[in-house]
């Protein structure tokens, strides 16, 4: 039986893609935009629909309402954190927060490429058939992982116990989360993670910015950059492969990386409330009513991208990407996201190497929010053989 609504998409097409997203649209419908009883709210899935939402003004940010019913003191706990990052503000105050962080996100750059070079380096090269490992865990999860944990000064050691938690709490905002049991881990490592971070000597709170805020969105920005950017960089290799093929050069990697963001958007739903009520595309959406906002359908929309489900490097008219979102709340983090994928790519290439994904065996770990990998099993291979130039070999 074909799905019905969005969780039961996302349940019944964990690896094959295009049947993923062709049974969105399928379920949006021709205009796109529908009421989901799955998620309980109203879900975009056309390109033009999601566009308009992103840039309705009756639209807001909603604020977290968690279960109670159980270990309800760690539940409040984590939801007053929560309630307390950017993520679920809007207006001045949340303008002024993200003002804070920019110089602080535009810091980091120059640091991936020695971050990179260092996983590109322990990268074995060798036989195929005992090489083969599992790339995800290897090097693109602890590579995002690093990226952002050096830019907010933890340690290694740190960064590594921190780790599970983290994984935990991205599961949450993903829509990864299968059970009670995991619920539970996902609050405890929302607290857990706080109170780690309120722990260091954060002496430089800015101005204006309470501490306990302050640690909020650190925590936030902790966890936003991990599974996003390394999913970003799983679907690059796995897609670049057959770029490589024709013969990849080091000025396209920006583009392999920007398609791989619209190809299988890591980011794929984006959460609203109705602030006053408002008809749009034919449908009149109630105070209170929550919106969803499926940019990654919209990446795939055939009406605003040619040839939508094919990964092609120079896209002729193609519509406007909303992966990072779009307005006051895009995504403050896509410039270090995008580089830092650039830059292990592109260390990579500079190192002659490539990682040569066994596509069969590739396991995804998706949820309504955020897309994930289970695994990445591949193995390091030359690009060309040492003495011969690379364009002799492409
Ligand atoms: C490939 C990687 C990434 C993707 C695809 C991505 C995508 C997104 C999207 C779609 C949003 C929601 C925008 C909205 O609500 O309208 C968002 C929000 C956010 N992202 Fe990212 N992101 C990535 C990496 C990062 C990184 C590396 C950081 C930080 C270092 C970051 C920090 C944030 C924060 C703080 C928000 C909340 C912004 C707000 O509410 O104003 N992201 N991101």
Not at 213 to 222: G, I, K, R, T, V
């Amino acid at each position: 039986m074909k799905p019905c609504s969005l969780v039961e998409c996302v349940a019944a097409n964990s690896e094959d893609i295009d049947e993923y997203y062709t049974s969105i649209h399928r379920i949006g419908g021709a205009d796109g935009f529908r009421w989901d009883e799955s998620i309980n709210g109203w879900l975009g899935t056309s390109h033009s629909t999601c566009v308009d939402l992103l840039n309705c003004q009756n639209l807001g940010k909603n604020r977290l309402a968690l279960p109670l019913d159980v270990a309800k003191d760690l539940v409040e706990a984590a939801q007053h954190i929560l309630n307390d990052q950017m993520m679920v503000m809007d207006g001045a105050g949340h303008d002024a927060r993200r003002k804070r962080w920019m110089p602080i996100l535009r810091s980091c750059a120059p640091q991936s490429s020695a971050i990179a070079k260092i996983a590109v380096d322990s990268m074995p090269v060798g036989p195929v058939d005992v090489r083969l490992e599992d790339i995800y865990a290897a090097y693109l999860q602890p590579y995002a992982s690093r990226v952002i944990s050096y830019m907010l000064g933890l340690t290694e050691l740190e960064r590594v116990s921190l780790f599970p938690f983290i994984t935990a709490y991205v599961r949450f905002l993903d829509g990864k989360l299968s059970s009670e049991k995991e619920f539970l881990e996902a609050m405890y490592a929302v607290v857990y993670l706080y109170d780690q971070l309120s722990k260091k000597s954060f002496e430089d709170v800015p101005e204006g910015y309470r501490r306990e805020s302050w640690l909020a969105d650190m925590l936030l920005m902790l966890i936003a950059g991990h599974e996003s950017t390394a999913y970003l960089l799983g679907t690059a290799l796995i897609q670049g492969r057959r770029c490589l093929q024709k013969g990849l050069e080091r000025a396209q990697i920006r583009q392999v990386v920007q398609e791989a963001l619209r190809f299988d958007s890591p980011v794929q739903l984006i959460g609203r409330v109705v602030k006053d009520d408002v008809t749009l595309h034919g449908k009149h959406l109630r105070r209170n009513e929550k919106v969803f906002i499926h940019i990654g359908a919209a990446n795939r929309d055939p009406n605003a991208f040619e040839n939508a489900g094919d990964f092609v490097l120079r896209r002729q008219r193609a519509g406007t990407t909303l992966y990072f979102g779009a307005g006051p709340s895009a995504c403050p983090g896509q410039s270090i996201a995008a580089q830092s994928a650039q830059v292990f790519l592109d260390t990579l290439l500079q190192a002659n190497r490539w990682l040569d994904v066994d596509i069969a065996a590739v396991r995804r770990r998706s949820g309504i929010a955020g897309r994930g990998f289970a695994c990445i099993p591949a193995m390091t291979v030359h690009l060309w053989s040492e003495g011969a130039s690379a364009n002799e070999n492409s």
